[in-house]
């Protein structure tokens, strides 16, 4: 086995220290070493998005990243979209417009849209489909994915809900709420 390096990083606004090997991409060390499972693997060739999580403000394929470049990184992963018990507006409007069906692509889909929002807090439907050009999903169709996020971005112009409102994971539709929060499909 390869010797491990030590790695210090900042994952949803913790700091985080943890040992892995040189050849682990960042994914396996979210899933397999942090057991952070959130973030999906699909392709691992940088295809589908579902492994999209962000760093330093800019959607990353975690399966094409080493995990030792993580060091001195700011990540988010879906698991630290919601804010404690309240769903982030974004996965409030997924589900208000059922953007997901077996939501394998959702949280590469969140993620990459949160990054859009956080630079572009106004996108035009143009560019929300550039942004997420690079997730692929199966199942939606992609129109419902993207009227989520038009409706989440008027909604933090001012146009209706702040960032994160008041709908608990627990109870936001149930089970599709408790998957949203937390990237976890069965
Ligand atoms: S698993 Fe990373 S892009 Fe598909
Ligand atoms: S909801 Fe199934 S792949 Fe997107």
Redesign the pocket.
């Known amino acids: 086995m390869a010797n491990k390096v030590i790695v210090e990083t900042n994952i949803n606004g913790d700091p985080v220290e943890l040992l892995c090997e040189p050849r682990q991409s960042l994914l396996e060390v979210l899933r397999d070493v942090l057991e952070l499972t959130g973030s999906k693997e699909g392709c691992l060739t940088g295809d589908c998005g579902a492994c999209t999580v962000v760093i330093d403000g800019r959607p990353v394929c975690s399966c094409l990243m080493l995990g030792v470049e993580a060091t001195g990184k700011k990540i988010t992963t879906i698991e630290g979209l919601a804010a404690g018990a309240s769903l982030h507006v974004l996965q409030q409007k997924f589900l208000e417009n059922a953007s997901?069906?077996?939501?394998?692509?959702?949280p590469g889909f969140l993620m990459s849209a949160k990054a859009l929002l956080d630079r572009n807090p106004n996108p035009t439907e143009a560019e929300i489909r550039y942004s997420l050009a690079g997730n692929l999903?199966?199942?939606?169709g992609y129109d419902k994915i993207v009227r989520a996020v038009t409706d989440a971005a008027a909604a933090m112009a001012g146009r209706g809900r702040p960032a994160h409102g008041t709908v608990p994971s627990e109870t936001a539709s149930g089970m599709a709420g408790e998957m949203l929060a937390k990237g976890e499909v069965k």
């Open positions: 997901l069906q077996c939501g394998i692509c959702t999903c199966r199942c939606t």
